[in-house]
């Protein structure tokens, strides 16, 4: 099935971009390729939007977009501020540069509100990100998928309005993509 179908499972499995990260590894000596890869392009967004948490699952790295990186979102928004923007186009910038990778989009709200209403709210920021992303160069063939969680998978409690407001964010999940993988493969053998 390959990385691609891994990383689906995976986040089928696990039900976010971990999931997914840990569901495409290669393993291996193409996976430390990859990964030593993936250690570059980690810390060029971590220097790109220092706000961002970025850390490394797997062989991939989940980006949280929230409200310490700019790029979080109003009450029943969808709308990118020019915060965002500046942020968006930072990690636009990197992603072109990194141009073997495949991008997950999740997009996530608070729990005030009906859960249906926050489910396609939460679809509208990522596809939001996802747009602003492409405007900015990134390939359309990199996004692997776009997918609204809602109120699921919350960060912090939702009993107060710093919480609420830190769970209305965007995660972006970075896997290698086929032709990565299978130059690592090349590579390692």
Request: aromatic residues 4%; without cysteine.
């Amino acid at each position: 099935m390959g990385a691609a179908g891994g990383a689906l499972i995976g986040g089928l499995i696990g039900g976010d971009i971990g999931g997914a990260l840990i569901g495409a590894a290669i393993g291996g000596a193409a996976g430390g390729l990859i990964g030593n890869h993936m250690d570059k392009q980690a810390k060029a967004i971590q220097e790109a939007v220092p706000g961002a948490e970025v850390k490394r699952v797997g062989e991939g790295i989940q980006v949280v977009f929230d409200d310490k990186s700019g790029v979080n979102f109003a009450l029943n928004s969808a709308d990118l501020t020019d915060a965002a923007k500046s942020n968006l186009n930072a990690i636009a910038e990197v992603f072109v540069e990194f141009p073997d990778t495949d991008l997950m989009i999740e997009g996530y709200t608070d729990d005030t509100g009906d859960e249906k209403y926050n489910l396609q709210l939460s679809e509208k920021r990522a596809i939001s990100v996802e747009s602003y992303l492409k405007s900015q160069g990134v390939a359309n063939a990199r996004i692997a998928s776009v997918k609204g969680y809602g109120e699921a998978n919350p960060r912090f409690p939702n009993d107060t309005k710093e919480g609420q407001s830190k769970n209305r964010r965007v995660e972006i999940g970075i896997a290698a993509n086929e032709k990565a993988i299978q130059e690592a493969k090349a590579q390692a053998n």
